[in-house]
DNA sequence: TGAATTATTGATCACCTACTCAATAAGAGT
DNA sequence: ACTCTTATTGAGTAGGTGATCAATAATTCA
């Protein structure tokens, strides 16, 4: 293009090019960005090509959210599972979920919700890497409550509870709806409730009625 | 159009005709299926007519998604506030949101918070009504609380949670995820642990540990 | 009945979407 | 150097979006 050459690419890596750049259009303009002339003009290249790689729009909507998503999922339980103490884990995991660098994410997931209702394998993405993240969340809170940590609630529930929270303060986000302190206060005091914690970081006390006034 | 007669009507009337289009098109098929021309479709007209009453679609979104969703909270509320005493207004209000006639209504909520990104009157008007949500909630706490009915949490926080849970498993039902009654439950006894009651219609019980064996 | 008003239309612009197909040309292998 | 494969393009089809403008025609009012 810039010396009026026509870069010839390797298939595999002109196919890579284009899930990258169906990704960043997707964090940074929402999976609705995702069209064949958006990414044709992300990767300098004209549309035909883009379709010649990926024939099908939808389908690659939901490949790319399921790459985002699942991505995530891996990162933050590599982050979450670090510490042997399961309150640390789940410490770790809520500050995870809490991270200002997660809102383009959350708001993927906004968009997959709302499209996956005229897009099916889009649907059937958002489902298995939301079983992926309570996966996760029961591992952790099994653990706990092995361990006498946590309250004796279900943890099937409440990792459900969990992830409706964080999914809920996610759509909020989108139309600035309170403030994120807010919105993150909301999720972490509902589950310290729940499971009888404290999830403040630098406190170490197991039940908050017990510890020290220093 | 049918006798080859172009039908002249009234402003208002056509007004209203095409606000009550753009309301059944949204309850159908989403706020985004709200176009010029798929509103000239359904009343039977052309698409510069649509322009001439609405001159701005992203304008006639946020009203539209404004007016369905004050129209279910003031139905809502009528239908919750009836009975006097505060759990059964609860009751009501968790039943009348658990409505499946209600799913069309979430569906639109979930658009709202994805389109409301790039529609700041649609996000406004997504706050406003959050906020209205809200309140009603808070005033059925509240009360309830002041009747000694309801556990002593910060009606505030009772009300985010539990529309935070209802939002939550309004997007999750769009993608099929879990059991309709699966998300009931979910939002169901989350209320009924933060609050200490029970919200099974046919129960009376206001301790469910006291509550007879017959 | 005639004139003024205006709801409504047809035509068009400018842009977007996905997708197809034949032609071009870059690079690989011989 | 030559052929072969194929990545890449240009051009086009068929539809979608919002929006504007002058012309038409229905209704209202004088």
Request: proline fraction near 4%.
């Amino acid at each position: 293009m810039a010396a009026g050459t026509t870069r010839r690419r390797n298939p595999a890596e002109r196919a890579l090019e284009v899930r990258e750049a169906a990704k960043t259009l997707a964090l940074t303009r929402g999976l609705a960005a995702i069209s064949l002339r958006n990414l044709a003009t992300h990767c300098g290249v004209t549309a035909p090509l883009i379709a010649h790689y990926e024939p099908n729009m939808d389908a690659l909507v939901a490949s790319t959210f399921a790459a985002i998503a699942e991505q995530e999922i891996a990162e933050v339980s590599l982050h979450a599972l670090a510490p042997d103490d399961a309150l640390d884990q789940l410490r770790a995991l809520i500050s995870a979920l809490a991270d200002p660098a997660r809102d383009n994410v959350g708001e993927v997931w906004c968009d997959a919700w709302s499209l996956g209702r005229k897009n099916d394998p889009l649907a059937e993405a958002a489902r298995h890497s939301m079983d992926s993240w309570h996966a996760l969340a029961i591992g952790i809170i099994r653990t706990g409550q092995n361990a006498g940590q946590f309250a004796a609630i279900a943890p099937e529930r409440a990792a459900l509870v969990l992830f409706a929270l964080v999914d809920a303060t996610a759509s909020y986000q989108l139309v600035n709806f309170r403030s994120r302190e807010t919105r993150d206060t909301l999720v972490r005091e509902t589950l310290e409730d729940m499971l009888d914690v404290s999830l403040r970081i630098n406190d170490d006390a197991r039940n908050p009625s017990t510890k020290p006034t220093v």
